[in-house]
């Protein structure tokens, strides 16, 4: 795939790619309404929203139905020391580390070391979901934790500052972290509701049947399979990454004490990525869709990721539209970050935005908006 230097992108009342030094498109932004901040009869660059936003880094990479990706960073990764956002700058995935963490227990699912409808209590070892009521007839299944079905409590987690102790999985599942206990309150496979906490139950999981931790597993046979070179699900991030890391900043701007917070949480919010990274991903599941036959699983287990369940989400992703215009993504948030992935499941589209502050989404939505209707997807 031929990566094309971005040199800028413009936003707002009309907005410019410049894609390599020759190829200017012009993207125009009237068609989406009143703009967010008010009435504006000038140019705006993307730096001018961002500072609009107070959000002082962006990295973008878009892949069109021709199979050309570009890629491109956008203001500042760290305040303090100046460094800019780079296409190989580190950015928390957030909740777009659920997606990557389903692929490890559907690699699980396809060695026959696991059953997507079986109780996971079956599975787990030196820690059970407690049973109650609402688990009489119906059990917690992996299939039912993937697609938020099994009726698990806590929606997500707020991370540890520099400093503070971090508790181990077992310690989060009991409720001795900062966030509760981890259980289940509804009748498994009855509603849909957004937990993180079942994604923690997934990562106790595939540490208990592979013997490794969540980290280990998942850099062996998921992250470094796909060429994700730049992602890690470690937690605390190692040392040796800390300069390629973006910093974390609040609503109004101000960078986050200690830099950032750390997620023990691996699953549900642990990764750190790039969005070229993500890319990666996306691009396996469409190539395995298309034929890959060594991808990292098999065709009719990606075609079981991608089957809507209750409130169109599938096996780790959200699911929008149908047919030829069905997408798979994800988006992300944890202090300090905020992210979006979306892909066409039958076209080579995808785009993927990171953002190092919590005032991301509405910039985000921006430039999602001007590059669909540039690509007119």
């Not at 910093?247 to 023990?264: C, F, R, V």
């Given at each position: 795939m031929k990566i094309i230097n971005v040199f800028r992108l413009l936003l707002t009342l009309s907005i410019s790619l410049l894609i390599s030094c020759k190829h200017e498109i012009e993207i125009d932004f009237n068609s989406f309404g009143p703009n967010p901040s008010g009435n504006f009869t000038k140019e705006e660059s993307l730096i001018e929203r961002m500072n609009h936003y107070k959000v002082p880094g962006v990295s973008i990479a878009v892949v069109d139905s021709g199979g050309t990706m570009w890629a491109k960073g956008f203001g500042i990764a760290n305040t303090v020391n100046g460094k800019k956002v780079g296409t190989e700058t580190l950015f928390q995935a957030g909740s777009i580390s659920k997606p990557i963490a389903a692929l490890s227990v559907l690699k699980l699912f396809e060695e026959g070391k696991v059953d997507l409808d079986e109780d996971v209590n079956t599975y787990l070892k030196d820690w059970k979901i407690p049973e109650n009521k609402f688990t009489v007839d119906q059990k917690v299944s992996v299939r039912r934790l993937l697609t938020h079905t099994a009726g698990v409590t806590v929606h997500g987690f707020p991370g540890y500052r520099q400093g503070d102790s971090i508790p181990s999985i077992q310690m989060i599942l009991n409720g001795e972290g900062n966030t509760g206990v981890i259980y289940v309150d509804t009748i498994p496979g009855s509603t849909w509701r957004y937990s993180g906490g079942g994604y923690t139950i997934i990562e106790k999981?595939?540490?208990?049947?592979?013997?490794?931790?969540?980290?280990?597993?998942?850099?062996?046979?998921?992250?470094?399979?796909?060429?994700?070179?730049?992602?890690?699900?470690?937690?605390?991030?190692?040392?040796?990454?800390?300069?390629?890391?973006?910093?974390?900043?609040?609503?109004?701007?101000?960078?986050?004490?200690?830099?950032?917070?750390?997620?023990?949480?691996?699953?549900a919010a642990g990764l750190w990525t790039t969005p070229t990274d993500l890319v990666k991903f996306c691009i396996e599941i469409q190539k395995i869709l298309s034929g890959k036959t060594n991808g990292v699983l098999s065709r009719e287990t990606v075609e079981l990721m991608l089957t809507k369940h209750m409130n169109n989400w599938g096996l780790g992703v959200s699911l929008e539209n149908d047919h030829d215009s069905l997408t798979f993504g994800h988006r992300g948030k944890n202090a300090g970050f905020t992210n979006y992935m979306v892909s066409f499941v039958h076209k080579d589209n995808t785009l993927v935005i990171m953002a190092n502050g919590d005032n991301g989404r509405e910039l985000i939505n921006e430039i999602q908006r001007s590059v669909f209707n540039y690509y007119q997807w």
């Open positions: 999981l595939v540490e208990d049947i592979s013997g490794l931790s969540f980290e280990e597993y998942l850099g062996v046979n998921i992250l470094r399979p796909m060429g994700m070179k730049n992602s890690t699900y470690e937690q605390p991030l190692p040392s040796d990454l800390h300069a390629s890391a973006s910093a974390a900043y609040t609503d109004n701007g101000k960078i986050i004490e200690g830099l950032w917070h750390n997620y023990p949480e691996h699953a």
